[in-house]
């Protein structure tokens, strides 16, 4: 008789599977889609390990594992990613969260401690290009006194980013635009921060992203053109006008592109450099400026 399909048999099958299919975390990916088949917990597996789940389940998992080894991300097939320790829902109409974005709501919590509103209570946050939400809602969650402005060009992402700010209880204080940057933000409104993760990809740079990334994550949101910085630089004169005088900008970009957004900086004359926040590698990737008064 055949071997039965554990949860121990069937994790080291798919790992080994996964890994002839270019994955380069198997194990944790096998485990992942596992358990989200199982609705349990990923630590659950390995008190379960010699159950034999049903058919429902497995067919479930063979679905799921078929297209993670087609290049479908994990976080599209579980629906979910975590993101500053808080659960976010994703579908393939926002990008994934990355880790890098954490350095930002680091960089701007510290600076809100000191930041006292310009006007009235709260302190007034615009998150630009908020694709899931993650950097609007961890504002409004983590300063209790914000009021965010969160837009995207994309209103299937703003779909998303919704249902974010509901899950964690902060949507009534994050206002939604679909906007193409701050345009359609009503004119007299000023931020104390403006916080963004653009699209900062370069055309020639799309094309050697890892198939994972260039054919199943939105291009809207990662590409912004042959330099890389098109985003960005409509976005800096926007934001010296929008920026109270003291008011911060926050801009994640590509190490490849931060002396060119530095001259831009430089190049609207409105906006004072501060120094710029290094990722998890040390490589400049959060750029920051101070409104002139
Ligand atoms: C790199 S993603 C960042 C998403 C999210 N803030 C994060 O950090 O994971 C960029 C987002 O900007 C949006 N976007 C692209 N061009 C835009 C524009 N001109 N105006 C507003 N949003 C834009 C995209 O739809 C996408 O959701």
Redesign the pocket.
């Known amino acids: 008789m055949a071997d039965p399909w554990t949860i121990g048999r069937l994790l080291t099958w798919t790992t080994g599977f996964l890994k002839d299919h270019g994955s380069e975390s198997p194990r944790l990916e096998a485990e992942v889609l596992l358990a989200h088949a199982l609705e349990c917990e990923r630590i659950m597996l390995y008190a379960r390990f010699g159950e034999e789940p049903n058919e429902a389940v497995r067919a479930a998992y063979r679905g799921l594992v078929k297209e993670r080894s087609a290049g479908k991300p994990v976080a599209y097939l579980t629906g979910g990613r975590e ?1 500053y320790s808080l659960d976010f829902a994703v579908s393939p109409d ?5 880790p890098e ?1 954490e350095f ?1 709501v680091i960089g701007l919590l510290d600076a809100a401690k000191t930041q006292k509103p310009a006007t009235g209570d709260a302190l007034q946050i615009a ?10 809602v961890c504002a409004a969650l983590k300063i209790p006194t914000a009021h965010v402005t969160a ?4 209103p299937a ?1 703003l779909k998303i980013a919704a249902q974010n700010a509901a899950k964690h209880h902060v949507a009534e204080r994050i206002e939604f635009f679909e ?3 701050l345009a359609k933000v009503p004119p007299a409104r000023k931020f104390d921060f403006i916080v ?5 990809i370069t055309s020639a740079e799309m094309a050697e992203l890892d198939r994972d990334v260039r054919d199943f994550e ?1 291009h ?3 590409e912004a053109g042959p330099r890389g910085t098109e ?1 960005i630089q ?1 976005l800096i004169p926007q934001a010296a006008e929008r920026l109270v005088a003291g008011g911060q900008l926050f801009i ?1 970009l590509s190490p490849q592109i931060h002396e060119a957004v530095q001259q831009l900086l430089q190049a609207d004359g409105r906006l004072d450099p501060l120094p710029t926040i290094e990722d998890q590698n040390r490589r400049p990737r959060i750029v920051r400026a101070r409104r002139r008064d």
Do not use: C, K, M
Not at 151 to 154: E, F, L, Q, T
Not at 196 to 200: L, R
């Open positions: 993101f926002v990008l994934i969260p990355r974005t930002l998150d630009v290009g908020t694709g899931s939400g993650i950097l609007a837009v995207d060009v994309s992402a906007s193409d940057l963004s993760n653009p699209p900062y939105p809207l949101a990662l985003v409509r994640e």
